[in-house]
């Protein structure tokens, strides 16, 4: 096949309806055809990535091998479709502005007034055709972030108006997302609100093709033939997508709503075999199905939104259905946990998690869930600054360096155990400057960590601008925390174990980022494998 194909999806009448899990979901079922697929994920803010922002702004910023700091949909893209993403998997109005006016700057434009169409949609339409024209996928399926009648979001709806257009008839299709409400005191379904927003659209010159419309209650034949006739689209192309108890399910409802049938008929390309969806349902069957439960804290200061630690909580669910147990993750603030609280919230805890974060606010909750996890023997896995934590917590608590921490929490400290790499000492910028994206760990043999990868050299994804200061390694080691993982080239300690204890690991690295349904993090496998143990004991 030559023509690489394009969905695009916009959303319409609020936020928040799934866009990220319907392209996922069509995503996988293309996929599970046999059709080479990617999604990318277009946003209209203007940060040129999502790394400066704030987590309860948009949830977690989710890190591709290649160091791009991403919207957290891309998470749910691997998740979905076990096939890495990249930078180009996420573009931002920022991105492009960047980029056109640094050309403006080299003098590319020839004198010409540069405007917002067509030198900002070009820009947005060349970005949205790069991964097609890689010849690596036969389907690009592109999300437009936002809600369609945003401000900001016209270049883009501009863009796919004018792509749809050149890419000519069945070469790029629109599936419009909406929410069609239900009204308590009417006892009925609404669908004026997808009527207004199919308008919207119209106004800018943009027809969908498909309407998949959210919903709490079972959409009527009625209401679906009034949609198809009031929206311009076939009844065929009325798509319910009804809530469902696990994103894991949306796959199979989209099956049974034909919505993948209905995209190949629309870009004239043949059903190809039924979906492959084996093992995608061993696993829900396993999820829903648990022989065990386990509580396992997650400690950590973001915890009001759960979108903060996405990528740590879908890693619960895969490493929860491989181990056939249902995983309650128990949020645990960790400006609330001090020596007066800790031991009764944690007493029904069967394992603990310290999260990654940044910066002082509720560090000494996590030194103490550290401490508490070490000497009460609870298995323990701390990502990122959580493994800091534990460095932290050996060296004051077992090492007697009581003013021990890192130079990010206090610049003067006697003992700076985890301080800032020497590249890092000049970098001013905050954006895309930590250490991002994929880097090698040698793992030494007789460990837990070699007992859990099963391999003595591994990849991982990093964020972060502190480290494990090398000058502590041998004290530490002395005192019984163990550097069982390095970075090949640099030295750099990338894992801590703690010996005399069921599990105790730390990692320098974000293992979440990489779990995915077909390949469970085998951290979070063994974590709450080590959790279903420590409850029976
Ligand atoms: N704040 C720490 C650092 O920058 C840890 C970052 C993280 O947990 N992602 O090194």
Not at 10 to 18: D, F, H
Request: aromatic share 8%.
């Amino acid at each position: 096949m030559n023509q690489t194909k394009y969905i695009f999806v916009t959303g319409g009448v609020t936020s928040s309806l799934g866009k990220g899990i319907i392209a996922a979901s069509l995503a996988k079922l293309l996929q599970a055809r046999g059709y080479r697929t990617t999604i990318q994920k277009f946003d209209p803010y203007i940060n040129v990535d999502p790394g400066t922002l704030n987590p309860y702004e948009h949830g977690e910023c989710y890190v591709t091998d290649d160091g791009a700091e991403t919207d957290l949909d891309l998470g749910h893209y691997e998740r979905f479709l076990n096939v890495p993403t990249s930078q180009a998997n996420n573009v931002t109005t920022g991105r492009i502005y960047l980029s056109v006016i640094e050309k403006e700057r080299r003098g590319e434009f020839l004198g010409k007034t540069v405007q917002v169409v067509p030198h900002i949609t070009n820009e947005i339409k060349d970005r949205m055709q790069l991964l097609g024209n890689s010849g690596d996928y036969d389907i690009v399926i592109t999300e437009i972030g936002g809600t369609v009648g945003d401000i900001e979001s016209l270049p883009y709806i501009e863009s796919v108006r004018q792509l749809v257009w050149e890419l000519g008839e069945h070469n790029g299709i629109v599936i419009h997302l909406t929410l069609v409400p239900y009204l308590a005191a009417a006892g009925e379904l609404k669908t004026k609100p997808t009527q207004h927003s199919v308008k919207t659209l119209m106004e800018s010159g943009i027809k969908a093709d498909i309407l998949v419309c959210r919903t709490e209650h079972e959409i009527t034949e009625e209401l679906r033939n009034k949609l198809a006739l009031f929206c311009n689209v076939k009844r065929e192309a009325v798509i319910q997508s009804i809530d469902a108890s696990t994103i894991y399910e949306v796959p199979n409802l989209m099956l049974e709503e034909g919505l993948d049938v209905v995209a190949l008929k629309k870009l004239d390309l043949p059903k190809k075999a039924a979906p492959d969806l084996k093992n995608w349902n061993i696993f829900l069957k396993r999820l829903k199905n648990p022989k065990h439960t386990v509580n396992i804290g997650l400690v950590g200061k973001y915890v009001e939104m759960q979108d903060c630690y996405k990528s740590i909580l879908e890693a619960f669910i895969h490493a929860g259905a491989a181990n056939e147990t249902k995983v309650n993750v128990i949020s645990i603030h960790s400006e609330h946990i001090d020596a007066s609280t800790i031991k009764e919230k944690f007493a029904n805890l069967d394992a603990i998690l310290v999260a990654p974060g940044f910066g002082e606010r509720g560090i000494e909750g996590k030194i103490a869930a550290v401490q508490y996890a070490r000497e009460n023997k609870v298995p323990f896995f701390g990502i990122c600054l959580g493994m800091q934590m534990a460095v932290i917590e050996h060296a004051r608590n077992v090492l007697g360096y009581s003013d021990a921490n890192s130079t990010e929490m206090n610049a003067h400290t006697a003992h700076p155990v985890v301080n800032l790499m020497e590249e890092q000492k000049t970098v001013t910028d905050k954006g895309g400057t930590m250490r991002l994206g994929a880097w090698k760990c040698d793992i030494k043999k007789d460990s837990l960590a070699y007992k859990i990868y099963g391999t003595d050299s591994i990849s991982e994804r990093h964020r972060h601008r502190y480290e494990y200061n090398s000058s502590y390694i041998e004290q530490l080691h002395n005192a019984g925390l163990l550097a069982t993982g390095t970075n090949p080239d640099t030295g750099l300690v990338e894992i801590v174990e703690i010996k005399d204890h069921p599990f105790f690991i730390g990692v320098q690295y974000h293992p979440e980022y990489k779990s995915t349904v077909a390949n469970p993090h085998p951290i979070f496998v063994n974590f709450v494998a080590a959790a279903v143990q420590a409850k029976k004991k």
